[in-house]
């Protein structure tokens, strides 16, 4: 009952008055049949029937509402935020527009060479941290990553031709 409790109260108030039935009463009786045991005035217990208001299942209705509400809304949040960092890890491209939004004070050189060598955790890393760096240390930071990944490349292919040199003498 839960599931439709919602789209049930709001196609509730488009019905003829005369005609709908209230989907709030079904889940959440307003009125039962109690029976009451009392003693009469021989001693013995008699039985009697009445109708009975639950006042707390009118609250209970109004709470239930807001959650359904609140849970639905919650759903889409979460959906939209699931599909944004699928996003974010499927497309490198949007990876390199959203760190070039965060750095925009960093050359944009710096931030080419540093997201060519970035792997998506490690750009999830760099991300972070440029949502708690002050700009401009954040600049400095993504400069000296970008010397280090550039003298790493220089000697890596230095280091292939020295090994390539010494292998053939």
């Known amino acids: 009952m839960f599931t439709t409790f919602g789209t049930d109260v709001i196609r509730h108030h488009e019905v003829n008055p005369e005609v709908r039935s209230d989907p709030m009463t079904r889940v959440f ?3 039962t049949k109690c029976t009451f045991h009392i003693f009469g005035s021989s001693g013995d217990v008699q039985r009697h029937d009445a109708l009975c208001i639950l006042a707390q299942n009118i609250i209970n209705e109004k709470i239930y509402i807001f959650l359904w509400f609140w849970w639905v809304l919650l759903a889409l949040v979460t ?3 699931v599909g944004y960092r699928l996003a974010t890890i499927m497309m490198p491209r949007l990876r390199h527009v959203l760190l070039r939004n965060r750095a925009r004070v960093t050359d944009r050189r710096t931030v080419d060479t540093v ?4 792997r ?3 750009w999830f890393l760099v991300y972070q941290l ?3 760096m002050h700009p401009v240390h954040y600049r400095i930071f993504l400069q000296e990553m970008a010397k280090e990944f550039s003298a790493t490349d220089g000697s890596r292919l230095l280091n292939k031709e020295n090994d390539s040199n010494t292998s053939t003498v």
């Open 115 to 118: 997201m060519r060598r970035l």
């Open 79 to 81: 959906g939209v935020a």
């Open 29 to 31: 009786p307003r009125m």
């Open 130 to 132: 440029s949502k708690n």
């Open 120 to 122: 998506c955790p490690d």
